[in-house]
Nanobody
């Protein structure tokens, strides 16, 4: 019923930038929150950034000041602008959308070389 299609990942040198996109299709009701998570090999999945239905944002301390989450309601899309990337940002990034259910994207690989 609902699918989240992610794009924008890739290989970038330290200090570079990437912009991730996650476009939703299907029936979504009132959105409570949209967020980005990431998971590195051998590590637990962690919350990177979140935007609520009211527009409030929260960021992990490790990315605050470097990453920005935003959305386009008309396109049902959430974005993650990532600047000043570091090797420790390397992970698979997953988008998440919550209405009265929770939906996950398929993940997109971000690799940052030093």
């Amino acid at each position: 019923q609902v699918q989240l299609a992610e794009s924008g990942g890739g290989l970038v040198q330290a200090g570079g930038s990437l912009r991730l996109s996650c476009a939703a299709s299907g029936r979504i009701f009132v959105i409570k929150a949209m967020s980005w998570y990431r998971q590195a090999p051998g590590k637990q999945r962690e919350l990177v950034a979140l935007i609520t239905g009211g527009g409030s944002t929260n960021y992990a301390d490790s990315v605050k000041g470097r990453f920005t989450i935003s959305r386009d309601n008309a396109k049902k899309t959430v974005y993650l602008q990532m600047n000043s990337l570091k090797p420790e940002d390397t992970a698979v990034y997953y988008c998440n959308v919550e209405d009265f259910r929770v939906y996950w994207g398929q993940g997109t690989q971000v690799t940052v070389s030093s």
